[in-house]
């Protein structure tokens, strides 16, 4: 009998994507049976802390808290090469404004915070789900809002004004791509399995990458407000080469991320990420 692994991931489409091969079950699991469990990014960070699944997505900024259950895989992880979360007003702002402004956020676990954290120390925020920040900046509860996931692609419906793009900060800063989501992978998990649940995952992603109207066809109804072009757009920004294997380049901005957070007071302690092939 097959040896079952929780598979916890977003509900959004370019988890839907990258997935898509193992949920179909058009790659080989390699003897295991991934039983996959959906929610959205910040209830992924929290579940991670109760050490509720055998493999996760995961912020990198939640990792350092759950580094003792966990470890960081090197497939299947989401970087924003010169782009990435947004930071949206419903007047005009420049990046400097947010010193005095509140800042509607999807979660204090996100990357996206921490990064937004790092650019304006001072703004103040409150925590939002996600799809519900749009509508909040829209409105005029908050003076900005931090977008991820869809709303990246959607914000402009909303007549709203991107103020910074955190990825493009973030790359002027340090020259390095932005790690925002990974898969993390239980620590009490035998070599074998961790061995396997890699390479089943592995193979997804380059399955979604070789098959890609397929692999879009299986995240449509997962894109939140997105047409197909749109939606195409948007895996083909978070679902690359680096998903299938994280360079040495993004290992180098994880460790940079974790040395900044730490010396601005954002992470307890000074980590360095541990990863498993």
Same mark, same amino acid.
């Given at each position: ?5 929780? =598979?916890?991931? &977003?509900?959004? &489409?370019?988890?839907?994507?990258? @997935? ?17 469990? +959906? ?19 995961? &912020? ?31 007047? !005009? ?5 947010? *010193? ?5 956020? !999807? ?9 937004? #954290? =790092? ?8 925590? %939002?789900?996600? *799809?519900?920040? %749009? ?5 005029? *509860? ?28 973030? #790359?002027?800063?340090?020259?390095? !791509? ?13 070599? *074998? ?10 193979? &997804?992603?380059? @399955?979604? +990458? ?35 294997? =994280? ?12 040395? +900044? ?6 992470? !307890? ?9």
């Amino acid at each position: 009998m097959a040896r079952t692994i929780s =598979l916890a991931h &977003s509900p959004d &489409s370019d988890d839907a994507f990258m @997935f898509c091969g193992l949920a179909r079950g058009r790659v080989d699991p390699r003897g295991l049976a991934f039983a996959h469990h +959906l929610a959205d990014i910040e209830t992924l960070n929290r579940l991670a802390l109760e050490g509720r699944h055998d493999v996760t997505a995961l &912020s990198f900024h939640a990792w350092p808290g759950v580094r003792r259950g966990y470890r960081l895989m090197t497939c299947g992880a989401s970087v924003g090469d010169g782009y990435g979360p947004l930071v949206v007003s419903r007047r !005009p702002l420049s990046p400097q404004d947010l *010193d005095e402004c509140t800042v509607a956020v !999807p979660g204090e676990r996100t990357t996206a915070f921490l990064v937004l #954290r =790092l650019l304006s120390p001072s703004a103040r925020w409150k925590v %939002l789900p996600f *799809d519900r920040v %749009l509508e909040a900046v829209a409105r005029g *509860d908050a003076d900005a809002g931090l977008v991820i996931h869809e709303g990246q692609m959607t914000y402009r419906d909303h007549r709203l004004h991107r103020v910074q793009d955190l990825g493009e900060w973030w #790359r002027l800063e340090t020259g390095l !791509p932005l790690p925002l989501g990974a898969l993390a992978i239980r620590r009490t998990l035998d070599d *074998d399995t961790v061995r396997r649940c890699a390479e089943a995952v592995r193979d &997804s992603v380059r @399955f979604a +990458l070789e098959h890609r109207e397929e692999a879009l066809e299986w995240a449509l109804p997962f894109a939140r407000g997105l047409d197909r072009a749109r939606t195409a757009r948007f895996v083909g920004l978070y679902v690359n080469s680096q998903t299938l294997e =994280l360079g040495e380049r993004a290992v180098q901005a994880v460790s940079l991320l974790y040395r +900044l957070g730490h010396e601005a007071g954002l992470i !307890p302690e000074r980590v360095e990420p541990e990863f498993v092939g």
